[in-house]
């Protein structure tokens, strides 16, 4: 839904997947008239008629682990838009400072090729190239991402539906990867894990202090009084169990 973002979480059983997962949780949503974005562990066939199945629509990311599919729409837009002579254009272009160039082409043609003629409600293949400069260095990064979508909204709409999910990606998944390198945990207990996930999330909302997240992740570990606050408020420690912290 354009004008609305929700996001449910469930902790997966270390036998399970989220591909398992993803179809249960679609179940217990109303998804009729909704747009439903999902990464490339989410791009698969049963999901994608189980989001077809709810009269919702869909943006599915579609990278490597598709193998086939990847490739030929890779192929195809290069023809289609991509290259310099490509005969499509962009369907939206915009820079800003905050989030640099970005492009999105529209490419319908593409959900008729053989690679893709039994996916669920296809109706459009994009994809979107972002342009920007890294922080703190003078590199430019250019990517494209491809998308299998059964919407016909506006490009407007489309975007703005994708750079939804990135925020999500770029402030959860993201955060938890890189700043708190949570894929190097060596935890294996059910309880230690979700305890830590859940701390992590805890310090990542934090705003009272002018640290950066990283700052904030050490503020944790080193000030017994900071620790207090996060899980229960505004309690004193007693000045010998205080570990002063400056940033």
């Given at each position: 839904?354009?004008?609305?973002?929700?996001?449910?979480?469930?902790?997966?059983?270390?036998?399970?997947?989220?591909?398992?997962?993803?179809?249960?949780?679609?179940?217990?949503?109303?998804?009729?008239?909704?747009?439903?974005?999902?990464?490339?562990?989410?791009?698969?066939?049963?999901?994608?008629?189980?989001?077809?199945?709810?009269?919702?629509?869909?943006?599915?990311?579609?990278?490597?682990?598709?193998?086939?599919?990847?490739?030929?729409?890779?192929?195809?837009?290069?023809?289609?838009?991509?290259?310099?002579?490509?005969p499509l254009k962009p369907?939206?272009?915009?820079?800003?400072?905050?989030?640099?160039?970005?492009?999105?082409?529209?490419?319908?043609?593409?959900?008729?090729?053989?690679?893709?003629?039994?996916?669920?409600?296809?109706?459009?293949?994009?994809?979107?190239?972002?342009?920007?400069r890294v922080a703190h260095?003078?590199?430019?990064?250019?990517?494209?991402?491809?998308?299998?979508?059964?919407?016909?909204?506006?490009?407007?709409?489309?975007?703005?539906?994708?750079?939804?999910?990135?925020?999500?990606?770029?402030?959860?998944?993201?955060?938890?990867?890189v700043t708190f390198r949570?894929?190097?945990?060596?935890?294996?207990?059910?309880?230690?894990?979700?305890?830590?996930?859940?701390?992590?999330?805890?310090?990542?909302?934090?705003?009272?202090?002018?640290?950066?997240?990283?700052?904030?992740?050490?503020?944790?570990?080193?000030?017994?009084?900071?620790?207090?606050?996060?899980?229960?408020?505004?309690?004193?420690?007693?000045?010998?169990?205080?570990?002063?912290?400056?940033?």
């Amino acid at each position: 839904m354009p004008g609305k973002v929700l996001t449910h979480q469930r902790a997966v059983d270390g036998k399970s997947s989220e591909i398992i997962v993803i179809p249960e949780r679609l179940e217990s949503l109303s998804l009729a008239g909704n747009i439903v974005t999902l990464d490339a562990m989410g791009c698969q066939h049963v999901i994608a008629r189980k989001i077809l199945e709810q009269q919702a629509d869909s943006i599915l990311a579609l990278k490597g682990n598709q193998g086939n599919r990847h490739k030929a729409v890779v192929n195809d837009c290069a023809a289609a838009c991509l290259d310099v002579s490509a005969p499509l254009k962009p369907v939206y272009d915009a820079f800003d400072d905050t989030h640099g160039r970005l492009r999105a082409w529209v490419c319908p043609e593409a959900s008729e090729l053989a690679a893709l003629r039994d996916w669920p409600g296809i109706r459009n293949v994009q994809a979107i190239e972002t342009i920007r400069r890294v922080a703190h260095s003078h590199e430019t990064q250019a990517e494209i991402r491809y998308d299998l979508t059964r919407c016909d909204d506006a490009p407007e709409v489309l975007i703005q539906a994708v750079r939804r999910h990135w925020a999500i990606e770029n402030s959860l998944h993201g955060v938890l990867d890189v700043t708190f390198r949570a894929d190097d945990a060596r935890s294996r207990d059910k309880v230690a894990t979700r305890s830590f996930a859940l701390l992590f999330k805890i310090v990542r909302k934090d705003k009272s202090k002018k640290f950066s997240l990283r700052g904030r992740r050490q503020n944790t570990s080193w000030n017994n009084n900071y620790m207090a606050r996060l899980l229960f408020g505004c309690i004193k420690m007693p000045v010998s169990a205080e570990n002063n912290f400056n940033a």
